[in-house]
C-alpha cells in the first residue's frame, strides 16, 4: 500500500493495525515538498562528499492566534469548494471530505 501524505499514511497504518494486518500488507507513506527533497539529496551529497548549498529555505511558515485569519489560507478545511461539492475528481474520488 502507497500513501501519498501524511494523513493518508497515518490514517492507512491505523486501519491496518485495526484489522490486524500489519504482518499481511506493506505501507509505504511518503510526504514532501520538493525544497524538502531538495534537502534530503543534499544530505546524500555531504555523506558522499561532494559539494552541497549551506542553506535550502523550505518555506514554512508559523501561525499564531494573533494572525490565523491571514494564515487560515494554509489550514486543511473540512468543507469543499461549491465547484467541486458532488463532483469526483478525474479519479473517480470525492475532492475533500466533510
Known amino acids: 500500500m502507497f500513501a501519498t ?12 493495525r485495526n484489522a490486524g494486518r500489519t504482518d499481511a500488507v506493506n505501507l509505504v ?7 524538502q527533497v531538495q534537502g534530503v539529496e543534499q544530505a ?4 558522499e562528499g561532494r559539494e552541497t548549498e549551506r542553506d535550502i ?19 486543511y478545511k473540512q468543507s469543499c469548494a461549491p ?9 473517480g474520488r ?3 471530505v466533510a
Open 29 to 35: 507513506g511518503f510526504d514532501a515538498s520538493p525544497k
Open 44 to 47: 546524500l551529497a555531504a555523506i
Open 83 to 91: 465547484a467541486h461539492q458532488g463532483r469526483p475528481s478525474p479519479e
Open 57 to 75: 529555505e523550505t518555506d514554512l511558515i508559523t501561525i499564531t492566534k494573533d494572525d490565523a485569519q491571514a494564515g487560515s489560507k494554509y489550514s
Open 5 to 16: 501524505d501524511l494523513n493518508t499514511g497515518g490514517g492507512a497504518a491505523t486501519g491496518l
Open 94 to 96: 470525492p475532492w475533500c
